[in-house]
């Protein structure tokens, strides 16, 4: 059974980086054709898609957050985290990360994820 589970700062100041890291059980990170990402629901929105590492290491962000965002990981860990650069108050959200297979990449819908973690929670304040 696949279980991810999220941690990082639960309030970060704006211009902070927010680091976010994902531990994995029940599965290595490394595992053909799993793909690793990180989703957002803003306040009172759906779910954001962000970015992905896959099983390779390799990795993709989306064009809206590419500029701030990267993802990384690390394997002795079996963990993987998202470092979001210069946030603002609009990037206050619930983080989740999540896996699915080739297909789930980009996509903004919980059933297209075989796991996911619980979430936690972001507000970005001074």
């Known amino acids: 059974q696949v279980q991810l589970q999220e941690s990082g700062p639960g309030l970060v100041k704006p211009s902070q980086t927010l680091s976010l890291s994902c531990t994995v059980s029940g599965v290595s990170i490394t595992t053909k054709y799993n793909y690793w990402s990180w989703i957002r629901q803003l306040p009172g929105k759906g779910l954001q898609w962000i970015g992905y590492?896959?099983?390779?290491?390799?990795?993709y962000l989306s064009p809206f957050l590419m500029s701030r965002a990267t993802i990384s990981r690390d394997t002795s860990k079996n963990q993987f985290t998202l470092h979001l650069s210069s946030v603002t108050p609009a990037d206050t959200a619930i983080y989740y990360c999540?896996?699915?297979?080739?297909?789930?990449?980009?996509?903004?819908?919980?059933?297209?994820?075989?796991?996911w973690g619980q979430g936690t929670q972001v507000i970005v304040s001074s």
């Open positions: 999540a896996v699915g297979g080739p297909e789930s990449v980009g996509i903004e819908r919980r059933d297209e994820y075989d796991s």
């Open positions: 590492i896959a099983y390779s290491g390799s990795t």
